[in-house]
T-cell receptor
């Protein structure tokens, strides 16, 4: 158990819909990262938040957005879903930059778009 | 754009054989990390290498960081069935922050 929690574990929805994935980082970790894992693309970095502020953006589509709340939990919003958005979405957390680069991954949310 | 490549994509070994996976970056990395993902699981941090030419060992696992800080390898001696999983290398992205760019991983299967 990494200490990072993600809900829900599984999500099945239809094309065109909108979903929200939730992540709670390890206690004390200020950084939250979102990654998408698919068979063809591997693990792709989407976005990073640090202490409530967006820190870095990766290959995140405009239909996707995220935020980190004052209690440091984070949500990833996926809208206008397409079949190709079906993937495993991981959240990871780490302590403040410069202290350690190790990232702790949550169990993931498996999204299936039908 | 920045890329991290890993070979081989898949490797099957008999228990007791050695295994090596190689990682190459298109850019010089300040550090490289290795993660292991068991089937159905999530990536778990194994190690971080920072210095040019660094070699670190964890029991049967040996990690190396190349002199140019653009390549790395993971060698497992005498594999066991518990070594099954996908091994990823990852380096910092060029962007601000501490996000990682991952290789596509090497999936290891071990038969007893």
């Amino acid at each position: 158990d990494s200490g990072v929690t993600q809900t829900p574990k599984h999500l099945i929805t239809a094309t065109g819909q909108r979903v929200t994935l939730r992540c709670s980082p390890r206690s004390g970790d200020l950084s939250v990262y979102w990654y998408q894992q698919s068979l063809d693309q591997g693990l792709q970095f989407l976005i990073q938040y640090y202490n409530g502020e967006e820190r870095a953006k990766g290959n995140i589509l405009e239909r996707f957005s995220a935020q980190q709340f004052p209690d440091l939990h984070s949500e990833l919003n996926l809208s206008s879903l397409e079949l190709g958005d079906s993937a495993l979405y991981f959240c990871a957390s780490s302590v403040a930059p410069g202290l350690s680069n190790e990232q702790f991954f949550g169990p993931g949310t498996r999204l299936t778009v039908l | 754009g920045q890329q991290v490549m890993q070979i081989p994509q898949y490797q099957h070994v008999q228990e007791g054989e050695d295994f090596t996976t190689y990682c190459n970056s298109s850019t010089t990395l300040s550090n490289i990390q290795w993660y292991k993902q068991r089937p159905g699981g999530h990536p778990v941090f194994l190690i971080q290498l920072v210095k040019s030419g660094e070699v670190k060992k964890q029991k049967r696992l040996t990690f190396q960081f190349g002199e140019a800080k653009k390549n790395s390898s993971l060698h497992i001696t005498a594999t066991q069935t518990t070594d099954v999983g996908t091994y990823f290398c990852a380096g910092p992205t060029r962007q601000a922050g501490t996000a990682l760019i991952f290789g596509k991983g090497t999936t290891l299967s071990v038969s007893s």
